[in-house]
């Protein structure tokens, strides 16, 4: 699965959106670019993933550039509890691969401040 | 609510005294997988289930067993546990096939003194 780069922490105002970048340049054709974030004490929680296109969901928006070699997640309007470490990962879709592990980096860190 | 469940939440235990941490999973899942996460080296994968009656190892499977005699229920069994068994697993579930996301429970802080 292609590594991933994203800045180690970020600080966001509430109410604002929040942009989180991810340079995945080594991406090849049949990868996704999934996110995750961990909020303190829980479990990893899924957020989106795209292969190609911009995606958008309740909780976020996905924008991959067109040559796919970089994404940003943007959370449009951050709210205190959207505090937590987000998780960019980029891997074959194909469960079966690799025993349909994900491979999580260190993320970002992101405060979102009142 | 679609969750994964995960029991106990917390559990300190003693040096070759077996025990089980539950996981269940209420979305009718074929996939699970068990996770440790340690500082400074993230979440590795100990096992996984493709489907009932189907396992296999991940990366770091020594020392760990799995079970999947049902559908839902996917337990992780440490037969003599030892201090470097001292972490926090995470059990994840996802429908078969691909492109969709995982499921994962709230964890459970083990340790082993």
């Known amino acids: 699965d292609a590594k991933t780069t994203q800045p180690t922490s970020m600080d966001c105002a509430e109410g604002r959106a929040a942009n989180l970048p991810c340079n995945h340049s080594t991406i090849s054709g049949n990868e996704y670019v999934y996110w995750y974030r961990r909020i303190h004490s829980q479990g990893p929680q899924y957020i989106i993933h795209g292969l190609k296109n911009n995606e958008t969901n309740e909780m976020a928006s996905l924008i991959i550039t067109e040559d796919r070699k970089s994404s940003t997640l943007i959370l449009p309007h951050a709210t205190l509890r959207d505090t937590a470490v987000y998780y960019c990962?980029?891997?074959?879709?194909?469960?079966?691969?690799?025993?349909?592990?994900?491979?999580f980096g260190q993320g970002t860190e992101l405060s979102v401040k009142p | 609510e679609a969750q994964v469940t995960q029991n106990p939440r917390y559990l300190i235990t003693v040096t070759g005294k077996k025990l089980t941490v539950t996981c269940s999973q209420n979305?009718?899942?074929?996939?699970m997988s068990w996770y440790r996460q340690d500082p400074g080296l993230g979440l590795r994968q100990i096992y996984y289930?493709?489907?009932?009656?189907?396992?296999d190892k991940g990366d770091v499977p020594e020392g760990y067993k799995v079970s999947r005699k049902e559908k839902r229920n996917f337990p992780l069994i440490l037969e003599s546990p030892s201090p470097n068994q001292t972490s926090l697993y995470f059990c994840a579930s996802s429908e078969k096939g691909y492109v969709y996301g995982y499921t994962f429970g709230s964890g459970t802080r083990l340790t082993v003194v």
């Open positions: 990962i980029v891997r074959n879709a194909l469960i079966y691969n690799q025993g349909g592990k994900l491979i």
């Open positions: 979305m009718n899942h074929e996939y």
């Open positions: 289930s493709m489907n009932v009656e189907v396992t």
